[in-house]
């Protein structure tokens, strides 16, 4: 079992950086496959990017492509989401999520979830 709280530091302008953190409960915390997923209101949630245990990791929106970042540190037992070029389109509540296998673009796919954290971009 593995149990995810989110949290964010930065400045939530256009064009400005924003880090969210996700740090998981429990000693098996390196052997999930790690994903963040975004959901903005009346929209499906969906897939941002994934790492693997090992850290090979998967874009799943283009529109973040060159401005957001996926990273882990499993000594930490921490994942990462850098988010610069920040656009209002990126406002959505953010989720950190695990499976136990390989990176997946569904959301379904995901055994476990943090709370969500609201990221609001203003233009």
């Known amino acids: 079992q593995v149990q995810l709280v989110e949290s964010v530091v930065g400045d939530l302008q256009a064009g400005g950086s924003l880090r969210l953190s996700c740090t998981a409960s429990?000693?098996?915390?390196?052997?999930?496959?790690m994903g963040w997923f975004r959901q903005a209101p009346g929209t499906e949630r969906e897939a941002v990017l994934c790492?693997?245990?090992?850290?090979?990791?998967?874009y799943y929106a283009e529109s973040v492509k060159g401005r957001f970042t996926i990273s882990r540190d499993n000594a930490k037992n921490t994942l990462y989401l850098q988010m610069n070029s920040l656009k209002p389109e990126d406002t959505a509540m953010y989720y950190c999520a695990a499976r136990r296998w390989i990176c997946s673009g569904s959301w379904q796919n995901y055994d476990h979830w943090g709370q969500g954290t609201q990221v609001t971009v203003s233009s």
């Open positions: 790492i693997q245990r090992r850290g090979i990791n998967t």
């Open positions: 429990g000693s098996t915390y390196a052997t999930y496959t």
